[in-house]
């Protein structure tokens, strides 16, 4: 398994732009497809966008499309979430997740395969 810490969040205004960090520990990491989720008070987890183990396949919700895009650079152990025109309602808390095993697809990490999880990072939104 590995162990996940995210970083970057905060308060930004509508419009706005926030890049999310998610620094992994283990030497498979690279072997992984990722994921970043959110959840928002009183709102169910959401699947923000996933991305393969190579970085070459990448799925994104629909309200976040055109708008965020999901990276990582597997020589510095870590995936990123570049976050542009940023809304109110994309207020929540940030998790960095990683699939179950090395095995898990993007797809199948997207629909529930999970592994580890970072302890969240908030980002605020304000109108």
């Known amino acids: 398994q590995v162990q996940l810490v995210e970083s970057g969040g905060g308060l930004v205004q509508a419009g706005g732009s926030l890049r999310l960090s998610c620094a992994a520990s283990?030497?498979?990491?690279?072997?992984?497809?990722m994921a970043w989720f959110r959840q928002a008070p009183g709102k169910e987890r959401e699947s923000v966008a996933v991305?393969?183990?190579?970085?070459?396949?990448?799925v994104y919700a629909d309200s976040v499309k055109g708008r965020f895009t999901i990276s990582r650079d597997n020589a510095k152990n870590t995936v990123y979430l570049q976050m542009n025109s940023l809304k109110p309602e994309d207020t929540a808390v940030y998790y960095c997740?990683?699939?179950?095993?090395?095995?898990?697809?993007?797809?199948?990490?997207?629909?529930?395969?999970?592994?580890?999880w970072g302890q969240g990072t908030q980002v605020t939104v304000s109108s």
């Open positions: 997740v990683s699939g179950r095993t090395v095995a898990t697809t993007h797809h199948e990490l997207r629909g529930g395969d999970f592994g580890s």
């Open positions: 283990g030497r498979t990491f690279s072997s992984y497809a």
């Open positions: 991305i393969s183990w190579s970085g070459a396949s990448t």
